[in-house]
């Protein structure tokens, strides 16, 4: 096992730019979930993928993307960012047909300015 | 919809102390559950325990408990002789059975155990 890996661990953006966050899943795991973390709040759900395709989002707009590679890595992709978008993003994998098993990244500190 | 609630923000302790961190949480599902994490500041969360719906029984595990109780939608942690290493945000969260095997989490309590 070789845990949850994020990239870059902090990262700051203008308004208006796009940027991109990576994720290496855990050996194995085949569903990525991204979460954002504002300041003094708890995670939220944006989306999860499984198979590549996504398989659920949460209440986030269009210009929250992402991507799954077939070697478990992932993307997140944020268009036109705005001064809310400064969070923490964090990453977690986990089995399909375990929804109780969730690795965490240690999340990449997004500050945009 | 789910919720999770966390209506302690922060919470201040002398070494030593026991203190008990509170969550409820609301949902339609019968099957569901229940997660404690902590988040040191480095930003990782650490997992600590998971409940489900149909297991009331109480945990220990250390200096650690929990109290699961369906009847208030409470699943409560308790640290006993709390440590300065403790201090961390706390999280509580929520799986229900049904949709997505997505986390919903409360707010988050920041304990600081001062030595």
């Known amino acids: 096992e070789t845990g949850v890996t994020q990239s870059p661990t902090h990262l700051i953006k203008t308004r208006g730019q796009q940027v991109t966050l990576r994720c290496s899943s855990q050996?194995?795991?085949?569903?990525v979930s991204w979460y954002q973390q504002a300041l003094g709040q708890g995670p939220q759900f944006i989306f999860q993928?499984?198979?590549?395709?996504?398989?659920g989002r949460g209440n986030f707009p269009p210009r929250f993307s992402g991507l799954q590679f077939p070697n478990y890595s992932s993307e997140l992709n944020v268009n036109a960012l705005e001064l809310d978008d400064s969070a923490l993003y964090l990453c977690?994998?986990?089995?399909?047909?375990?929804?109780?098993?969730?690795?965490f990244g240690s999340g990449t500190r997004l500050t945009v300015v | 919809a789910q919720k999770v609630t966390q209506a302690q923000t922060e919470i201040s302790v002398v070494e030593k102390e026991d203190v008990t961190l509170d969550c409820v949480y609301e949902?339609?599902?019968?099957?569901?559950?229940l997660f404690w994490y902590k988040q040191p500041p480095s930003g990782e969360l650490v997992f600590l325990i998971r409940?489900?719906?149909?297991?009331?029984q109480n945990e220990i595990s250390g200096r650690y408990s929990w109290n699961f109780q369906k009847s208030t939608s409470s699943f409560n942690f308790t640290i006993t002789a709390s440590q300065v290493v403790d201090s961390a945000v706390y999280f509580c969260?929520?799986?229900?059975?049904?949709?997505?095997?997505?986390?919903?989490f409360g707010k988050g309590t920041m304990l600081l155990v001062s030595p």
């Open positions: 949902t339609r599902d019968t099957t569901y559950y």
């Open positions: 969260a929520l799986s229900e059975e049904s949709g997505y095997s997505t986390l919903t």
């Open positions: 977690a994998s986990t089995l399909k047909n375990s929804k109780l098993d969730y690795t």
């Open positions: 993928y499984y198979r590549e395709e996504e398989n």
């Open positions: 409940r489900n719906s149909f297991d009331e």
């Open positions: 050996s194995g795991h085949n569903t």
